[in-house]
């Protein structure tokens, strides 16, 4: 237990308050109950998507296709990156910005060195892209999932809702990487050196951990629940890891601390809410339903407290017929959380990640671009929205 981490602690406390609070009947069991309820097949993606991508990793599908991208950007800075935002954005949309901020980062920081680019430019690319790329699919982030009941809409529904907002999301985040991050002043070299491409280690891993992405992929196009796609998919690749490298599996490949963050959470906001929230966030975001209004409550609230309670907060108190203004929410919780380290996990993540590889991220500048980014980002996306 020494080795538990102070966020660890901090989910693990998140728990036991909520349990606290079922104990004491401020939340009543069967309001606990139906809230858990909604909850479980969230978890079970969020633990098999994790375990899929911690697979592929392991099976070096990440490293060869980055490592693919910078001998593909023939040195250029412009394409590479084209490149990575659009490889950042894809592994976002399809498998969760999670992925992109605890598997995708480490590959990223392994290929600067390699191919002498700065780090910088690579981690800030991942981290704002986890975020603002999350936004077309429910499984792109959490909160997708967790709004889909309350919009009544299927998978293709809500990316015909969202295609425009996620192009807006998208160019907008490009377009700061590239001021702040990418541009000549700030990268310092001309040009890049493309690194040696090494061969994997075990091709059979390899290509059935690129087919088991591809499946997930094809199951959620044919419809498919999320579970049900992301457990296929994870089960296919696990049974091949058990046949071929079974050395390599551990418990470590299951995400508890984010079942135990997750389910704390839906304890603890729900009890608050009961006891005063509620009145609180309505008051915050307004009867006249601006969405603009709306979008910049969930931002602000994110990087205050962290985008899934506030998400949690605010839906609550959204009519379900408002299908507008929680779509204006889910902008301002998966756009706007780029400013504090603490506004989503994601973010926290990636910045665990960037200390174990001694990347040092500028504090004053990663807080001041990402208020830029937030401000402009969450306009542009209303608008299309």
């Not at 998140?14 to 978890?43: C, K, Q, Y």
């Not at 394409?79 to 598997?103: E, K, Q, R």
């Not at 963050?261 to 009145?279: E, Y």
């Not at 174990?356 to 001041?368: A, D």
């Amino acid at each position: 237990m020494w080795r538990l981490s102070l966020l660890d602690w901090i989910r693990i406390g998140l728990l036991v308050l909520g349990l606290v609070f079922v104990a004491t009947g401020l939340l009543p069991w069967e309001a606990a109950a139906e809230s858990l309820d909604e909850i479980w097949p969230l978890l079970i993606f969020l633990v098999a998507v994790i375990v899929l991508a911690e697979l592929t990793k392991e099976a070096q599908v990440f490293d060869a296709i980055a490592a693919r991208m910078a001998v593909l950007g023939r040195g250029n800075y412009a394409a590479l990156f084209l490149l990575c935002t659009a490889f950042a954005s894809f592994v976002t949309i399809f498998l969760n910005l999670d992925t992109t901020a605890v598997l995708l980062t480490p590959v990223m920081l392994a290929l600067a060195p390699k191919a002498r680019i700065a780090p910088l430019p690579l981690a800030m690319t991942t981290i704002w892209l986890a975020n603002t790329a999350s936004l077309l699919l429910p499984v792109s982030n959490l909160t997708n999932l967790l709004a889909m009941d309350k919009l009544g809409l299927d998978a293709q529904e809500f990316a015909a809702r969202m295609w425009a907002p996620q192009i807006a999301a998208i160019l907008v985040t490009m377009a700061f990487l590239w001021a702040f991050f990418w541009r000549r002043g700030e990268r310092g070299d001309l040009r890049y050196s493309p690194p040696v491409l090494e061969p994997v280690g075990d091709r059979a891993l390899f290509g059935v951990a690129s087919a088991g992405c591809l499946l997930f992929i094809v199951l959620l196009l044919l419809k498919a629940h999320v579970a049900v796609a992301a457990g296929a998919a994870a089960a296919l690749v696990l049974v091949v890891f058990l046949l071929r490298a079974r050395e390599r599996l551990s418990w470590r490949l299951f995400p508890w601390q984010l079942v135990v963050f997750v389910t704390g959470l839906f304890l603890v906001v729900p009890t608050l809410s009961r006891h005063g929230l509620a009145d609180l966030m309505t008051w915050m975001i307004g009867a006249e339903g601006d969405p603009y209004r709306t979008a910049a409550v969930g931002a602000g609230l994110s990087n205050a407290i962290n985008n899934l309670p506030a998400y949690k907060a605010v839906e609550g108190v959204i009519p379900a017929a408002d299908q507008d203004r929680l779509l204006s929410l889910l902008v301002g919780t998966n756009v706007g959380p780029v400013v504090t380290p603490w506004a989503s996990l994601a973010t926290l993540l990636w910045f665990e990640s960037c200390r174990r590889h001694e990347v040092r991220v500028p504090m004053g500048r990663f807080l001041l671009t990402g208020a830029g980014l937030a401000v402009v980002g969450l306009v542009a996306t209303v608008w299309a929205l």
